[in-house]
């Protein structure tokens, strides 16, 4: 395995504010009008009882730019190849998330060009009061370059 | 909206169809997200990679499916766990339709939850991304 060198690698922690105009935006990129998201007494009347965002937002909870984790890895022969959101609770507006990046996992499989290595990234996140939130599973596959 | 009492294992659940993928969405998620790379977002750059065009970012195929699974929870269901495998590319003019089916049905810690199968597919049978969600009622 070429890159088992990776597992334990961990980035320096970052605080992400959510706010509710990134949380607007985010949804209406995607497209999606549910008033879960924006309007507040509308979500007080459902399961959540006030506004969330929407379950990809995670991918959008990353640190400022320089600051991501480095994996010193040739990004052409990277791809996303699954991705995974484990929820204790929901993202709400207004939440100041903990966050820390790490390479859980590498692990190989026989492809047809060869083998391919498989990167597991988590991104795990706790509020203000040190309860979890949510991991973010990133599984990055590792292919080799076509020739 | 579904309804916890009338669930069955391997009960289809309404389709969803989005509207075509456009360009400017493809801007939009790209600020919104902060994943810049010119593949989504720069013809020039996805055709020196042998690409006819720019290509959807995974997540908001990913995003599309959690509107759906979001809508389908309506205001009685948690989604506590949501995945998805990345298939085919998706385009820009692209339409994407949203499939479901009940996989599982348990009670855990006294409520009830339901597994979901998700699919997201443009055009017939061609599948870009598959995926699971449980929820809790």
Do not use: W
């Not at chain 1, 507040?40 to 969330?52: F, L, N, P, Q």
């Not at chain 1, 790490?102 to 988590?122: C, H, L, P, R």
């Not at chain 1, 996140?125 to 990055?140: C, F, K, L, Q, Y």
């Not at chain 2, 400017?24 to 593949?39: E, H």
Request: charged share 20%; net charge negative.
């Amino acid at each position: 395995m070429e890159l088992g060198h990776l597992v334990g690698l961990t980035g320096t922690p970052y605080t992400f504010q959510v706010d509710a105009r990134h949380i607007r935006q985010f949804a209406q990129a995607i497209g999606d009008a549910n008033p879960l998201y924006t309007d507040e007494s509308y979500a007080k009347k459902t399961i959540h009882g006030t506004c969330i965002a929407p379950l990809t937002f995670p991918i959008a909870v990353m640190p400022d730019e320089g600051e991501a984790l480095q994996l010193d890895l040739d990004y052409r022969r990277m791809l996303h190849g699954e991705q995974q959101f484990i929820y204790t609770r929901m993202i709400r507006p207004g939440d100041i998330l903990h966050c820390t990046q790490q390479v859980t996992d590498v692990y190989e499989k026989a492809g047809k060009n060869g083998s391919m290595e498989f990167i597991v990234m988590d991104t795990v996140m706790h509020d203000a009061e040190g309860a979890h939130v949510v991991t973010s599973r990133t599984n990055i596959i590792y292919r080799p370059l076509a020739t | 909206m579904l309804e916890q009492a009338t669930l069955s294992i391997g009960q289809v659940l309404p389709a969803y169809t989005k509207a075509p993928v456009s360009k400017v969405q493809l801007v939009k998620y790209a600020g919104a997200s902060g994943d810049f790379n010119p593949l989504h977002t720069d013809d020039s750059f996805a055709q020196k990679i042998g690409l006819s065009g720019v290509v959807a970012h995974g997540m908001l195929i990913m995003g599309f499916l959690a509107e759906y699974v979001e809508h389908l929870a309506g205001d009685i269901a948690i989604v506590q766990d949501f995945r998805m495998r990345f298939g085919a590319m998706t385009f820009a003019k692209d339409t994407i339709t949203c499939r479901g089916v009940i996989k599982e049905l348990f009670e855990k810690d006294g409520k009830h939850h339901a597994i979901l199968t998700l699919y997201a597919e443009k055009g017939p049978e061609e599948i870009v991304g598959s995926g699971e969600a449980i929820l809790q009622f």
